[in-house]
């Protein structure tokens, strides 16, 4: 057997796996303290890219979800709005029989019905003009056809500018993003209410009003050889008389402000699957995302007791191999 005191092979060795063994220990360590299976770059670079893009996926996940949640939340307040105007729209048909179809009532009985009813009108424009966080929840404009002759061939509500006669569609119309691709991904529009232009019916039952450039409604504008006649006034003094329509204008109404409350349901609807679709993406997402950074933590466990045993060994065999000099200094003496 070979003595040597300037070379201690058996020790160099059991230095070098003393150092690997601590070194897999504080990997342990890393991992369990973290959670995460990736704690450095070197380790997996392909995964580690790999999870930052599912990260920021996730992340974006969350902002559809968020614009989708506030969406349901306009349309929610925007539809209670639509139910107080239809209750409102109720109203008004009641006091219509109310008022000429009762021969005990007086005139000042059927005054007090006509106030009430003038008094509505002034809710009704209010009501047009509530706003959600400062966003419109209707859209404020007359309804047209293209070539901008009022007729009973319009059927959907849309906007007209007041200054420039052009179509507001754009402005009318709230594009929600609902996927992690942004605006490469599906979309949902959000529509704000036409209420005005449910509003305004012809004594024939045709949609349409004419208002001039500051918003005011012109009195008396006719649709082809029907007047047309507007429930919403910003001002008692421009209000309609019970007098002034009919039954059938009243339920033309009705059925109009039915059509914005089912026009907001079906939004609804889509926006409510919609945030299924997200929840299942972003669970299914996080999921993989887990299978690449998340440490196991049972593996990890018993990698930690075989590096601590195993750093022990190699510590002890080192201090066996530094002792092995005291043999050759024995041959000195």
């Known amino acids: 057997m070979t003595l040597q005191i300037s070379t201690n092979t058996a020790a160099a060795r059991a230095s070098y796996n003393l150092g690997k063994n601590n070194s897999m220990l504080q990997r342990s360590f890393d991992r369990l303290s973290s959670g995460k299976k990736l704690v450095s770059p070197i ?3 392909g995964s580690l890219a790999v999870s930052m893009k599912l990260s920021a996926a996730i992340n974006r996940l969350a902002g559809a979800q968020n614009n989708s949640q506030n969406a349901m939340s306009f349309l929610e307040v925007q539809d209670g709005m639509l139910e107080t105007v239809g209750n409102i729209i109720d109203r008004m048909s009641e006091l219509k029989g109310l008022s000429s179809q009762d021969p005990m ?3 000042q009985d059927k005054a007090t ?15 047009s003009q509530q706003k959600f966080n400062g966003v419109s929840l209707f859209a404020n404009f007359v309804s047209t056809d293209t070539d901008g002759v009022y007729g009973a061939d319009q059927t959907v509500f849309w906007g007209k500018d007041q200054t420039t006669g052009g179509h507001l569609d754009d402005d009318n119309t709230m594009t929600i993003y609902t996927s992690a691709e942004g ?10 209410a036409s209420l005005l232009s449910a509003l305004s019916v012809t004594q024939g039952g045709q949609i349409g009003q004419e208002f001039d450039v500051t918003g005011a409604r012109n009195a008396g504008a006719a649709v082809g050889n029907n007047t047309a006649v507007q429930f919403a006034s910003e001002t008692i003094t421009q209000t309609l008389q019970l007098s002034q329509i009919s039954v059938n204008v009243i339920n033309t109404a009705l059925e109009n402000i039915a059509f914005l409350r089912a ?4 939004v609804q609807s889509r926006l409510s699957f919609n945030l299924q679709s997200l929840a299942h993406q972003k669970t299914n997402m996080r999921a993989a995302l887990g299978r690449i950074v998340d440490a196991d933590i049972a593996e990890e466990t018993t990698n930690l007791s075989k590096y601590q045993v195993l750093s022990q060994a190699a510590a002890s065999m080192l201090s066996q191999a530094n002792a092995n000099t005291e043999i050759a200094l ?3 003496r």
């Open 105 to 107: 009532k007086s005139a």
């Open 113 to 127: 019905y006509d106030n009430e009813f003038r008094d509505l009108q002034v809710q009704l424009y209010d009501i």
């Open 263 to 266: 026009q907001n349901g079906g």
């Open 183 to 192: 605006s490469e991904g599906s979309k949902v529009s959000v529509y704000k």
């Open 330 to 332: 024995m041959l000195l």
């Open 43 to 45: 380790q997996d670079p």
